[in-house]
């Protein structure tokens, strides 16, 4: 009695809270880890986690929570919990006795009430781990534990126990404890589960033996005829999951990833409304996964897609990855591929420099650079000899688009990309070389995308946007007739079937402008293309950056592209668009019938009925290979006879090599010379013995043993032996 009395004229000293805060406080300041992301329609689309510091969800009231849970918390913690207010001294007493005398393998109990325990959860002073657990903590959280009682009733006291304790892990709560550990909601614990949770509050780290030993006395003392076993199996599946699921389970993945929410400005417990729509979420969500899939045996595992509404720039559909990790694919810098073509084309269009009828060389091209030779090459490592901008662009021939980026410009292509909104081009134009062409610059999904929406908008860009926004004023950056005839041609099956055939996954069943595109080695396959509606882009690849197996343009992103774009027209077809002022549509044929006749648009002043193509006895003739200043590079590895130089030369009609002085046959036949070390200067020269065209160059290395004079070969097929040279042979760009 003493005592107790001593204990309540202390208790009456001071206040341990400098304002008690209230149940409803507590509730609101409480923080799920997870953001909640709705679509357009306010319907949830996944719950996303956004806080790493800990795995909480959000707050389950009292009703909600399983009895069993409540009542093995008061046996195992505050058997008095409804009696007390807020300080047992008769728990005090006996605890100190247990703690003393208590015979071994009993359970022992600590003399903080539930109450007090609240205390120290809710003030991080009053936390028994920050001043140990002493005379002096205990004092401050009965203090505390005083004033709660005073404000707070019994049911909320427990509820926010129970939210607010840390179970195991990173597990805070009992919504994240319930569906970490067993999968279920706190209203579906059974009897063992309950026993499980309320006996790791006092040691959340503790072993699973330990736990299930500690459960199984709990539970016994409840019920006398609770299974052991069951609850030591239940132990043993709860601390054997991989991972705590993100959330309460959704019911597909939908490629959401945490930086996604993020840039839309939400924080931990917060709901945000976006762009999306939801069922256009899990439809491409569920037709990239089904494509990797069918990919796996093609070293394919990533991928990503976004689709953008072409009036609004609302984004509707953002696929980050398949669902496994955090990487964010649609963020990620690739390498472009042939997918900045449309672009340059533009460019040159816009500028008058070529129609859609131009004819461009498409013959071998060696470029001299700073770090070494730039030889681009088609993908099919076949040369058409002259090919329209149509054909070259809709057919994604790389010659063809080198020799026009020589022709617009470096620098200005360079420019007019960042004007698209490409930032990821941060170094100068000289960095990328004539390569740019062929997409040698890293670019993300979500900026690539939004540029060809401005080609889908007629050269209009105003920004995509992830949140609902008042429609934003469009600027021009592109110009309209150039826009027009480019996403023509990017729609044009009979010109795209020279190089993909007439069948293939971009020929949808209506109107559809789409340009693929692959990398270096097979690491980035791209597709990207527009509707009358709506830009959908997809990425396949590998997030480590591995290369894909014989995977095409056609083949990797594009089946996925027409899935998305197929969906999204299944009720309404799209339909061409009207063509702007200031064009003219004009039949055109070529001499010679390299294309066929056809009817093409024209910018009113630039169209032609007739495109001829200069005579070879007309065309300026220029040595191809060894290109100028050249270095050959000999290798003593390989066998000499083997180690050939292949001479090529352009409108090399009547005229004959001339190698250092001696005669190495016609210019129009396919030419072979074993190369000697050394500096070497090789001309073209006609019949009265003048040269038309040179080329110094050298050769380096060391010669085998028994390596043969120089000697010349030649024949009217194809180039023979092998040739070794120094430099770049860049056909990085795939269709």
């Known amino acids: 009695m003493k005592a107790r009395l001593v204990w309540i004229l202390l208790l009456a000293a001071a206040p341990a809270f400098a304002a008690v805060p209230t ?23 996944a719950a996303v986690r956004v806080d790493m510091t800990g795995r909480r969800l959000p707050w389950v009231a009292l009703d909600d929570i399983s009895p069993t849970l409540g009542r093995a918390v008061l046996q195992a913690e505050d058997q008095r919990f409804m009696e007390h207010g807020g300080i047992d001294l008769q728990a005090i007493g006996k605890a100190a006795w247990d703690n003393l005398f208590g015979q071994a393998g009993t359970r022992t109990r600590g003399a903080s009430t539930i109450t007090m325990q609240l205390a120290g959860m809710l003030d991080p002073k009053l936390a028994p781990r920050s001043k140990g657990r002493t005379w002096e903590s205990k ?65 959340p780290t503790a072993p699973a033996r330990t736990v299930a030993h500690r459960a199984c006395l709990l539970a016994r003392e409840l019920d006398p005829h609770a299974d052991c076993g069951a609850i030591e199996w239940e132990v043993d599946a709860a601390f054997s999951r991989a991972a705590p699921p993100a959330s309460a389970p959704v019911s597909a993945a939908t490629g959401i990833t945490p930086q996604f929410v993020r840039r839309l400005g939400a924080g931990p417990g917060t709901v945000v409304r976006s762009t999306l729509d939801a069922g256009l979420q899990r439809y491409a969500a569920a037709a990239l996964h089904r494509h990797l899939a069918e990919l796996a045996g093609r070293n394919v595992g990533d991928g990503a897609v976004i689709v953008i509404d072409n009036a609004s720039g609302e984004v509707l559909a953002y696929v980050a990855n398949d669902g496994e990790g955090e990487v964010d694919g649609v963020t990620a810098l690739r390498q472009a591929g042939s997918t900045l073509k449309p672009f340059l084309y533009e460019l040159a269009l816009e500028r008058g420099q070529l129609t859609a009828a131009s004819l461009l060389d498409d013959t071998p091209v060696t470029i001299p650079t700073v770090g070494g030779l730039y030889v681009p090459q088609n993908y099919d490592h076949q040369y058409r000899d002259a090919a329209s901008v149509r054909t070259s662009l809709a057919g994604s021939l790389n ?82 007739r150039a826009t027009f005839i480019v996403a023509d041609i990017l729609s044009d099956r009979a010109a795209r079937s020279t190089t993909f055939g007439l069948t293939n996954e971009l020929a949808t069943g209506f109107w559809s402008a789409v340009k693929t595109g692959t990398s270096k080695d097979m690491r980035d396959n791209w597709c990207v293309g527009f509707s009358d509606r709506y830009t959908v882009g997809v990425w396949v690849g590998n997030f480590d950056g591995g ?24 009720d309404r077809p799209s339909r061409a668009p009207a063509p702007p002022p200031g064009l003219v549509r004009q039949t055109v044929w070529f001499e010679p019938a390299v294309e066929p006749e056809r009817s093409e648009w024209f910018v009113r002043g630039t169209e032609t009925a007739v495109v001829a193509m200069l005579p070879p006895s007309r065309r300026v003739p220029r040595i191809v290979y060894p290109a100028a200043d050249s ?42 010379w074993a190369p000697r070390q050394g500096k070497h200067e090789l001309e073209l020269v006609g019949d009265d013995g003048r040269a038309v065209a040179a080329a110094r160059f050298e050769v380096r290395g060391a010669e085998a043993s028994g390596q043969p004079a120089s000697t010349f070969s030649t024949s009217s097929g194809g180039s023979a032996g092998k040739s070794s040279g120094s430099g770049v042979n860049s056909g990085e760009s795939e269709r």
């Open 23 to 45: 149940p409803q406080q507590v509730r609101a300041a409480w923080r799920s880890s997870d953001t909640t992301l709705l679509d357009r329609h306010g319907a949830t689309i």
């Open 139 to 203: 004092w401050d959280q009965a203090l505390a534990a005083r004033e709660l009682e005073a404000g707070w009733n019994k049911r909320q006291i427990l509820e926010a126990y129970l939210n607010l304790a840390s179970y195991r892990g990173e597990l805070q709560g009992v919504g994240a404890a319930a569906y970490g550990l067993f999968g279920k909601a706190p209203s579906g614990l059974d009897a063992g589960e309950a026993a499980i949770l309320a006996s790791l509050l006092r040691a």
């Open 399 to 480: 010659v063809p688009a080198v020799r026009t980026l020589m022709l617009a410009g470096l620098e200005r292509f360079h420019e007019r990309l960042r004007l698209l909104g490409i930032t990821s081009l941060t170094e100068a134009p000289e960095f990328y070389g004539w390569s740019l062409a062929l997409g040698s610059g890293d670019v993300s999904l979500l900026e690539l995308t939004g540029a060809y929406r401005t080609l889908a908008n007629g050269g209009l860009q105003d920004g995509v946007t992830f949140v609902p926004r008042a429609r934003a004023p469009k600027r021009r950056v592109l110009d309209a």
């Open 547 to 570: 290369s894909m197996w014989d995977v095409s343009g056609v083949s990797g992103a594009a089946p996925v592209w027409r899935d998305v774009m197929d969906y999204l027209h299944r």
């Open 631 to 672: 270095v050959i590079a000999l290798d003593p590895d390989i066998p000499p006879p083997l180690q050939r130089v292949s001479l090529r030369a352009y409108g090399g009609a009547g005229l004959h090599w001339q190698l250092d002085g001696a005669d190495a046959g016609p210019a129009d036949q396919a030419a072979t």
